[in-house]
């Protein structure tokens, strides 16, 4: 079956630190990669996605690659902002079309000033 | 562009009850799907419906189900609430063959006693 896995939260980092959360997926087929953000009492919003085999997805500083041969989409940001602390979620999407999104567990990342 | 909007944001039932969630898509949008968020289980697919028809399903039990109109506004329903039925209720929305972009709403947030 399809399944993400991502490091377990919470991460804490002081201001201006360089974020690494690992993403890893198993899929059937050639899946679609995202990540997802959630900032407290709200929905998700995409932050950034890749389609296709060493694509690089970026979006407000936040960069991951999709890497066929090691199955992963880690995420990466140089400088952290205390805006920054949210749950992050690394998904996965198989198939043409609109098919269900499959989630990493969430990583919840505290930035503090 | 008025983003996903969800009906009612909370909800406190108890065991037994049932209860009904609404869902207005993205102006434009036809597809929408329901997710379960859950400490425990964390983000897991309900249904997608696409043109009045549901596309996709889950693995729910039966007392989860849903139906979409012909102005693509959705609803999903509970019946014979439970304690684990207790989670943040999100909804998103996609066009077709938009990829597998999806936008969620802020959720509801349905609590069982």
């Known amino acids: 079956g399809n399944s993400v896995t991502q490091m377990e939260g919470p991460v804490t980092l002081s201001e201006e630190a360089f974020l690494t959360i690992n993403c890893t997926y198993t899929a059937t087929g050639y899946p679609s990669l995202f990540w997802y953000v959630q900032y407290p009492g709200e929905g998700l919003q995409l932050l950034l996605k890749?389609?296709?085999?060493?694509d690089k997805g970026s979006n407000k500083g936040f960069e991951a690659t999709y890497r066929k041969e090691t199955t992963s989409f880690h995420l990466e940001k140089g400088s952290v902002q205390v805006s920054d602390s949210a749950v992050y979620f690394c998904?996965?999407?198989?198939?043409?079309?609109?098919?269900?999104?499959?989630f990493g567990k969430g990583t919840r990342l505290s930035v503090i000033a | 562009k008025a983003g996903v909007t969800q009906t009612p944001r909370y909800l406190i039932k108890t065991r037994g009850q049932q209860v009904t969630l609404s869902c207005s898509p993205i102006?434009?949008?036809?597809?929408v799907s329901w997710y379960q968020q859950t400490p425990g289980q964390g983000l897991q697919f309900l249904f997608e419906y696409f043109s009045e028809t549901q596309r996709n399903k889950g693995n729910f039990p039966g007392r989860f189900s849903g139906r979409q109109f012909s102005n693509s506004r959705s609803e999903m329903n509970v019946s014979t609430l439970e304690l684990g039925d207790s989670a943040l209720y999100l909804c998103?929305?996609?066009?077709?063959?938009?990829?597998?972009?999806?936008?969620f709403g802020p959720g509801t947030r349905l609590t069982v006693l």
């Open positions: 890749a389609t296709k085999a060493d």
């Open positions: 102006s434009g949008h036809r597809s």
């Open positions: 998103a929305s996609s066009l077709e063959r938009q990829g597998n972009e999806q936008f």
């Open positions: 998904a996965l999407s198989v198939g043409s079309g609109n098919t269900p999104l499959v």
